[in-house]
C-alpha cells in the first residue's frame, strides 16, 4: 500500500480548463476521514469547478482524483454517488414543484428499489418501504427544523431559502454519505440564519462522526467555527493550506482577497464569474 | 382534521357531480341542431363557472382524492350507463370508443412527456404501428385476437426504440424536431409501401374474442344492439388498466425518478440516477400503451389509411395532453372529452379545429400552464397518514 492510499480523499494535480482557460490547475489536496475541511478563495477562483470536477460533472483535463482508496478520475456522476459522495449546490438545485419527501427520496436513489414489477404490483410491500424512508426522512429533518417533518408532503418551493437549504442537505445526507460537499451553503441568508445551519451540520457530524465534509464557504466566521483545515484558491491554484488561524494570517490570502497594492508584478486579472461554471454543465 | 369533517359532504357533492355529468352528457349527445349544442357548452360554461365561484369544484376534487375508489366506480358506470343508454346508436357509441381509446393513447404520452419530459410529436405514427400491426396480422394470420392488441403494443414499442439515440442524444427543442420528422417519414413510408396498402390503406379483420364476433350487431330477442357497444367495453377495460398502471407508476418510486430527470438532469445525475435509463423506460412503455390503444382503434375502424395518422393528428393528441394538465390523467379524461367530442358535434368548427385548438392550447399555455385539472402532489399511499 503506498501513502495515497491511506488518506480518505487524495486529489493529485487536477486541472480542468475550459478551452484556454484555466478554471483548476494542478490542484493538490487531502484529507482524512472524519475532517471538515474549508474551501475558499474570491469569485471565480475555481471552487465550484472543484466540486464539479470531483463529483464528475465536468472531466478533469488532468490529475487524478482517489477517494477511499479507489480511483475515480473521470467517472460519471452516477457512480461518484455509488461511491459515497454526495453534494449540494450552490444555487439550490431542488425540484420545487415536487413535495420535500420527494426531493429528500431523490437523494436516497441508491437504498431504493426501482423495480417495474416491485412498484407497480407489489405494492404491499412498497407501503411498508414507503412508511420506513418516511419515517427516516422525517428524523433526518427533524434535526434541522422539526417544523418541515410535519410539512414533509408539502411542495418545496413554497418554503423559504433557508429551509430549501435544510432540504438540500437532507437530501444529500439521507443515504449515508461518506463525504459530503456543501457549496456556499449560507449563500442568501441573514447572519442569524446562517448560525443556525452550522449549528445543525456540527449536529448531524456529532451524530456520525465518520463522515467527512469539504464546504466552500464567504463567510470567515463559519470557516472558523467549524472547519479543521482550509484550502485558499486563486485563479484555479492552491495558494495556502493550514488551519484557520494560518491562512488569515497569510500574505497571499490577504492579497486574493483585498487585492495586492504592494506587488507590482501580478496585476489581478479579469474576475472570473462564478455564474459561467453553471452554464457549462456537461451532458450526463 | 377539517377535510375528515368535509369528507362525507365532498362524497356526496362527488357523487352528484358525476352524475350531472352523466346526464349533461347524455343530453349533449342526443341534441342534433346547432343552436341546442351551443346552448348546452354554454350552459356547461356556465355552471363549471358558477362551481368555481362557490368553491364547489374544489370539494369534487377532494372527493376524488379522499374517495377514490368510489369516484372511480361511479365514474365506470357512468360510462357504462352512458353506453347502454345509446345501445342501438352507432354513431354514438363509436365516439365514446374513440374518446376511450385517445385517452389511452393520451395515457401513454403522458408517461413520456407528463412524468419523464421526453417530448414525442409522433403519438399518431405510433398509434398507427398498433393498427398497421392488428391489419396485417388480423389478415394474414390466424393469431388470438388479444396477443394481436398486445402485438400491437409491442411492434411500437420497438420501432420507437430506433428513435431512441436520436431522442437521448438530442434534447429539447431538437428532440421535438426528430419526433416530429418520424411522424413525417412514417405517413410517407406508408404511402410509397405498396405491401402495406400504399396511400389507400389496409383492411382490419374486427375483433373476435372467445368466439365473439365483435363487428356483428347483437340481437337479442327484440332489441338490436350495436356491434360498438363491445368495442366501448373492451375500450374501458383498457382504459382503466391504463389510468391504474400510470396512477401506480406516478405513487412510486419510477415516477419520482421519472420527475427527477424532468426537472433537473444535473442534480438527478448527481444522485445515481441514469438520465438515459429512465427516458428509454419512459418512451418505451409510453409507445407501448399507444401501441395497444392504436390496434384496438384499427379494429373497431375496420380500414385504416396513412392520412388517419398524419402529423396533425400528433398535435391533436399533444394538445390533449397540453389542455388537461401535464401528468394528470384526469385531466387527459376532460380534455380528452372536449378535443375529440366538440368537433364532431359542432360541424361548423370541425374545418377549423387546427386553428382552434392552435388558440385554445397557446392560450392555455400562457395562462394557465398547468392545464385544466393541475396535477396534485404526489400521494404515494391514498389515504395513509402519518
Redesign the interface.
Known amino acids: 500500500m503506498n501513502a495515497t492510499s491511506e488518506k480518505f480523499l487524495v486529489v493529485e494535480d487536477v486541472s480542468k480548463y475550459f478551452g484556454g482557460l484555466a478554471a483548476l490547475k494542478k490542484l493538490d489536496l487531502e484529507i482524512n476521514s472524519g475532517e471538515i475541511l474549508g474551501l475558499i478563495g474570491p469569485n471565480g477562483s475555481g471552487k465550484t469547478t472543484f466540486f464539479n470536477v470531483l463529483t464528475g460533472i465536468f472531466k478533469p483535463t488532468g490529475g487524478s482524483i482517489h477517494f477511499n482508496g479507489r480511483d475515480v478520475t473521470g467517472l460519471p456522476p452516477q457512480s461518484i454517488y455509488r461511491a459515497g459522495i454526495a453534494r449540494t449546490f450552490q444555487r439550490s438545485r431542488m425540484c420545487l414543484p415536487l413535495s420535500i419527501f420527494d426531493n429528500i427520496m431523490i437523494g436516497n436513489h441508491i437504498r431504493l428499489n426501482h423495480g417495474i414489477w416491485y412498484n407497480l404490483f407489489r405494492r404491499k410491500s412498497f407501503a411498508r418501504d414507503f412508511v420506513a424512508q418516511h419515517r427516516e426522512a422525517s428524523e433526518l429533518l427533524e434535526i434541522f427544523n422539526p417544523e418541515l417533518a410535519e410539512h414533509i408532503f408539502e411542495a418545496a418551493g413554497d418554503f423559504p431559502m433557508i429551509d430549501r437549504r435544510r432540504m438540500e442537505i437532507c437530501r444529500a445526507l439521507i443515504s449515508r454519505p461518506r463525504l459530503l460537499l456543501l457549496d456556499e451553503p449560507s449563500a442568501g441568508m441573514t447572519h442569524d440564519e446562517m448560525h443556525q445551519l452550522m449549528n445543525d451540520i456540527l449536529k448531524v457530524r456529532a451524530g456520525n462522526p465518520d463522515l467527512t465534509i469539504i464546504i466552500i464557504e464567504h463567510e470567515m466566521n463559519v470557516i472558523e467555527s467549524i472547519t479543521d483545515h482550509c484550502v485558499v484558491l486563486n485563479f484555479g491554484e492552491k495558494i495556502c493550506e493550514g488551519t484557520y488561524q494560518e491562512i488569515a494570517s497569510d500574505r497571499h490570502v490577504q492579497e486574493a482577497y483585498l487585492g495586492g497594492s504592494d506587488i507590482e508584478d501580478e496585476p489581478p486579472g479579469e474576475p472570473r464569474d462564478d455564474e459561467k461554471e453553471g452554464e457549462q454543465w456537461q451532458t450526463v | 382534521m377539517k377535510s375528515n369533517n368535509e369528507a362525507p359532504h365532498s362524497l356526496l357533492l362527488g357523487l352528484s357531480s358525476a352524475v350531472a355529468l352523466l346526464a349533461y352528457t347524455a343530453i349533449f349527445m342526443v341534441a342534433e341542431t346547432e343552436a341546442a349544442i351551443v346552448a348546452i357548452i354554454v350552459f356547461g360554461c356556465i355552471a363549471i363557472f358558477l362551481l368555481k365561484r362557490f368553491g364547489k369544484l374544489a370539494q369534487i376534487n377532494l372527493a376524488f382524492r379522499t374517495h377514490q375508489r368510489i369516484m372511480h366506480y361511479a365514474v365506470m358506470s357512468g360510462v357504462l350507463i352512458l353506453a347502454a343508454i345509446f345501445y342501438d346508436s352507432h354513431y354514438t357509441l363509436f365516439l365514446i370508443a374513440t374518446v376511450i381509446l385517445y385517452l389511452v393513447a393520451c395515457l401513454g404520452m403522458n408517461i413520456q412527456l407528463g412524468y419523464a419530459g421526453v417530448i414525442n410529436f409522433s403519438v399518431a405514427s405510433f398509434f398507427g404501428i398498433g393498427g398497421y400491426t392488428a391489419a396485417v396480422l388480423t389478415m394474414q394470420t390466424g393469431l388470438p385476437h388479444l396477443l394481436i392488441i398486445l402485438a400491437g403494443g409491442l411492434v411500437a414499442a420497438a420501432v420507437g426504440s430506433l428513435l431512441l439515440l436520436p431522442v437521448l442524444r438530442t ?1 429539447g427543442h431538437y428532440a421535438a424536431l426528430v419526433t416530429i420528422a418520424f411522424a413525417l417519414l412514417f405517413k410517407t413510408f406508408l404511402e410509397v409501401n405498396d405491401s402495406l396498402g400504399g396511400p389507400q390503406g389496409l383492411q382490419v379483420a374486427g375483433m373476435h374474442l372467445f368466439g365473439f364476433e365483435f363487428n356483428n350487431n347483437i340481437v337479442i330477442g327484440d332489441v338490436d344492439i350495436s356491434f360498438y357497444l363491445p368495442y366501448v367495453i373492451l375500450s374501458l377495460i383498457l382504459a382503466i388498466a391504463a389510468f391504474t ?1 400510470t396512477k ?2 406516478e405513487r ?3 415516477g ?2 421519472m ?2 430527470i424532468r ?13 438515459p435509463r429512465w427516458k428509454i ?1 419512459a418512451f418505451t412503455f409510453g409507445n407501448f400503451i399507444i401501441g395497444i390503444a392504436g390496434a384496438v382503434y384499427g379494429m373497431m375502424v375496420g380500414y385504416i389509411a396513412p392520412s388517419n395518422f398524419t402529423f396533425g393528428d400528433s398535435l391533436i393528441l399533444m394538445s390533449i395532453v397540453l389542455l388537461g394538465g401535464l401528468g394528470n390523467p384526469w385531466g387527459l379524461v376532460v380534455a380528452t372529452s372536449i378535443v375529440i367530442i366538440l368537433p364532431e358535434k359542432l360541424q361548423v368548427i370541425q374545418e377549423y379545429r387546427f386553428l382552434l385548438y392552435a388558440i385554445v392550447v397557446t392560450l392555455m399555455l400562457l395562462y394557465r400552464p398547468e392545464g385544466l385539472v393541475p396535477r396534485q ?5 391514498p389515504g ?1 397518514r ?1
Open positions: 434534447s398502471i401506480r407508476l412510486s418510486w419510477i419520482l425518478n420527475d427527477a426537472l433537473d438532469e444535473t442534480a438527478a445525475a448527481c444522485f445515481g440516477l441514469s438520465i423506460k402532489l404526489r400521494c404515494y399511499i395513509w402519518a
